[in-house]
């Protein structure tokens, strides 16, 4: 059985450069898959903001809505019409004072991980934290329960099990960044690995 294909040519605008069609949705995780509850899951804002504690009973209470959303691995496979819901990052930001000086956001996660952007890119209106996936609480191997989703930049960039938004006046690089990936891997444009 074939777990990859081409895309066809009503597809053509819908898949970046060197990516093909996964039939599922595959899993890649650096490291153990950490198992955190709902009940211990907490996200802290901090750096040039005021900071914060949200809990999951916080996330809850903001608005959610639907999001249907094309997904792009840096390994070369896409994911057409993925249906999550969650909460719109600009919901998310509302609830934020953020100081003038910051212009980057560096997302921490449980298990270690970490992963940066531009603030201009993280709070971008169709960007989200997903709750759940295909109409189900979004599983640990996924990044539950709560991740980022980033849909116009490769999908390390949509960072699983996140606990922590460090915002930063500076770029600060993450794990894969510190590691040969490109500093903000636009699907579009090939930025898989670093130009520097």
Known sequence: MKFFEQPGPHQADRVPPGQHLAKGFPVLTYGETPQVSQGDWALQVFGLVAPKTFHWTDILALPQQAFTADFHCVTTWSKLDVKWTGVAISDFMAQVSLLSEAAYVLIHCY??????????????????????????????????????????????????????????????LGFWECNGYHRRGDPWAKQRYSDR
Do not use: C, M, Q
């Open 111 to 172: 298990g270690g991980y970490t992963t940066n952007l531009s603030l201009a890119d993280f709070v971008r209106p169709e960007n989200f934290l997903a709750l759940t996936l295909f109409g189900e609480p979004l599983p640990a191997a996924h990044g539950g329960p709560l991740r980022v989703v980033v849909p116009h930049l490769y999908a390390w960039k949509s960072a699983k099990w996140i606990n922590g938004l460090e915002f930063l006046s500076e770029e600060a």
